[in-house]
């Protein structure tokens, strides 16, 4: 009982601190405005990374080192193009994007017969009919999940593996419905991937409103689309995790991993995803040394690089880790977005989640819960190779994917007292697992 209220009281000084005296927004400001897109390999990505590099510097880290590993170097290349018209009359614009790691169609673009599918049970059925022709994917999100994660995760097969499904068949470039639920026309982009076996054709994300219309237009006309893009791959580049750590004094050995992404798309700032979490993560160092914490384990505050299209930050970081033996009890991540916390995607073993549901009275006040499965991209490799229990902060997803890998995605869409609020729980967290072990 003395403890809980120990915690409660240490818990409560690391939420004043932050509510009161965060530069997470300002930070965020800095990141978005003044460095901007960060895609892999480009200038923005070797921007952000000495301003991640100085910055931990400065808030107080015991070291901070720079950990290279090969990124990939996709180029979008110049300004994508869709258009879509019937027989003898005026082409319509659509609201488009590039597949992030597609290949281009250059100038002279490509241009054939539209076909809608809904699904890949849809196209297979229509297999006969799609050599030479721009197949039109038509999957929206399913509604009826509350958590939108959920739909994400059923719709973006369709961005991840579609071009590569058509042009099994023969198609000869895919259009597909924006992985959102938005109601904008605001086209998403995101990684695709092809399947070496088939044809690398071109492939383009449009609005949901421009899907809408083409999907009644074609149910009773003929319709010809062109695309036009420019993506093409350089050598991988050098990339690196920023890595700030703070040496625990009673158990150094045993590291505690808390972080967000630092690339983003190149059509966008990367607020949401995942300036917010670069920043959540920067700002619970500050806050900490702020109130003179001392931490009884080592933690690594990391700025992860290439989750967008690679995920070579995540993975180089677990090899280190499992070639140098390191001792991760846990790691924790907030790459969904700076909205109001709701709670922890946690994986796991039973022990160790039930011990963290024992925490919950503590984080009720500051709005979040545990919940079984998820963690994050960047440290899943790490719970992968190592074994290392994960945890996701779990923001309120209901805005999200409105923004998701879309030009859109900007430093005025997010909520200050939502971004600290988010950087409360996670220092909260990482307070607990520091002071208690798992």
Not at 192 to 204: F, G, L
Not at 231 to 247: L, Q, R, S
């Given at each position: 009982?003395?403890?809980?209220?120990?915690?409660?009281?240490?818990?409560?000084?690391?939420?004043?601190?932050?509510?009161?005296?965060?530069?997470?927004?300002?930070?965020?400001?800095?990141?978005?405005?003044?460095?901007?897109?960060?895609?892999?390999?480009?200038?923005?990505?070797?921007?952000?990374?000495?301003?991640?590099?100085?910055?931990?510097?400065?808030?107080?880290?015991?070291?901070?080192?720079?950990?290279?590993?090969?990124?990939?170097?996709?180029?979008?290349?110049?300004?994508?193009?869709?258009?879509?018209?019937?027989?003898?009359?005026?082409?319509?614009?659509?609201?488009?994007?590039?597949?992030?790691?597609?290949?281009?169609?250059?100038?002279?673009?490509?241009?054939?017969?539209?076909?809608?599918?809904?699904?890949?049970?849809?196209?297979?059925?229509?297999?006969?009919?799609?050599?030479?022709?721009?197949?039109?994917?038509?999957?929206?999100?399913?509604?009826?999940?509350?958590?939108?994660?959920?739909?994400?995760?059923?719709?973006?097969?369709?961005?991840?593996?579609?071009?590569?499904?058509a042009a099994r068949y023969g198609a000869v470039g895919v259009m597909i419905r924006s992985i959102s639920h938005?109601?904008?026309?605001?086209?998403?982009?995101?990684?695709?991937?092809?399947?070496?076996?088939?044809?690398?054709?071109?492939?383009?994300?449009?609005?949901?409103?421009?899907?809408?219309?083409?999907?009644?237009?074609?149910?009773?006309?003929?319709?010809?689309?062109?695309?036009?893009?420019?993506?093409?791959?350089?050598?991988?580049?050098?990339?690196?995790?920023?890595?700030?750590?703070?040496?625990?004094?009673?158990?150094?050995?045993?590291?505690?991993?808390?972080?967000?992404?630092?690339?983003?798309?190149?059509?966008?700032?990367?607020?949401?995803?995942?300036?917010?979490?670069?920043?959540?993560?920067?700002?619970?160092?500050?806050?900490?040394?702020?109130?003179?914490?001392?931490?009884?384990?080592?933690?690594?505050?990391?700025?992860?690089?290439?989750?967008?299209?690679?995920?070579?930050?995540?993975?180089?970081?677990?090899?280190?880790?499992?070639?140098?033996?390191?001792?991760?009890?846990?790691?924790?991540?907030?790459?969904?977005?700076?909205?109001?916390?709701?709670?922890?995607?946690?994986?796991?073993?039973?022990?160790?989640?039930?011990?963290?549901?024992?925490?919950?009275?503590?984080?009720?006040?500051?709005?979040?819960?545990?919940?079984?499965?998820?963690?994050?991209?960047?440290?899943?490799?790490?719970?992968?190779?190592?074994?290392?229990?994960?945890?996701?902060?779990?923001?309120?997803?209901?805005?999200?994917f409105d923004y998701h890998h879309a030009a859109n995605d900007v430093f005025e869409a997010v909520n200050k007292?939502?971004?600290?609020?988010?950087?409360?729980?996670?220092?909260?967290?990482?307070?607990?697992?520091?002071?208690?072990?798992?």
């Amino acid at each position: 009982m003395v403890q809980a209220q120990n915690d409660s009281v240490m818990i409560r000084k690391i939420a004043t601190e932050i509510l009161n005296y965060s530069e997470a927004y300002q930070h965020l400001r800095v990141l978005t405005k003044e460095i901007g897109p960060r895609l892999a390999g480009s200038q923005g990505m070797v921007a952000s990374e000495k301003w991640g590099y100085q910055l931990l510097q400065k808030t107080g880290a015991d070291t901070v080192w720079m950990q290279e590993c090969l990124v990939p170097y996709w180029v979008r290349g110049g300004t994508d193009e869709a258009f879509v018209s019937a027989p003898g009359k005026a082409r319509k614009p659509m609201a488009a994007i590039a597949l992030g790691n597609s290949l281009g169609t250059g100038k002279k673009g490509v241009t054939a017969e539209l076909i809608e599918v809904k699904s890949f049970e849809d196209l297979e059925a229509k297999k006969e009919q799609v050599k030479g022709k721009i197949v039109f994917y038509n999957y929206p999100f399913r509604k009826e999940f509350i958590h939108t994660f959920r739909g994400y995760g059923d719709a973006v097969r369709y961005r991840a593996q579609g071009a590569s499904a058509a042009a099994r068949y023969g198609a000869v470039g895919v259009m597909i419905r924006s992985i959102s639920h938005g109601e904008n026309n605001v086209p998403h982009t995101g990684s695709m991937h092809y399947d070496e076996r088939y044809a690398k054709i071109p492939a383009v994300a449009i609005g949901v409103q421009d899907a809408d219309w083409l999907s009644l237009t074609l149910q009773n006309n003929t319709l010809n689309g062109t695309i036009r893009t420019y993506g093409y791959f350089k050598p991988d580049t050098a990339g690196h995790n920023v890595i700030a750590e703070w040496k625990g004094k009673d158990f150094p050995e045993e590291i505690i991993t808390v972080g967000g992404h630092l690339d983003s798309w190149d059509n966008c700032e990367g607020a949401h995803d995942d300036g917010a979490g670069c920043v959540q993560t920067i700002e619970m160092l500050r806050a900490f040394k702020a109130i003179g914490y001392q931490p009884r384990r080592t933690i690594r505050f990391v700025l992860f690089a290439n989750e967008e299209n690679g995920l070579r930050g995540g993975l180089k970081y677990a090899e280190l880790a499992k070639q140098l033996n390191e001792k991760h009890i846990f790691a924790l991540e907030s790459d969904a977005g700076g909205f109001t916390p709701r709670g922890f995607n946690v994986s796991a073993s039973p022990e160790v989640f039930a011990k963290l549901k024992t925490w919950e009275p503590l984080l009720f006040p500051y709005g979040t819960s545990f919940f079984a499965g998820g963690g994050g991209a960047d440290i899943g490799p790490l719970h992968r190779e190592l074994g290392t229990p994960m945890a996701g902060l779990d923001p309120d997803s209901q805005r999200y994917f409105d923004y998701h890998h879309a030009a859109n995605d900007v430093f005025e869409a997010v909520n200050k007292r939502e971004l600290d609020l988010g950087a409360v729980n996670m220092a909260a967290l990482i307070f607990l697992v520091d002071r208690h072990g798992l």
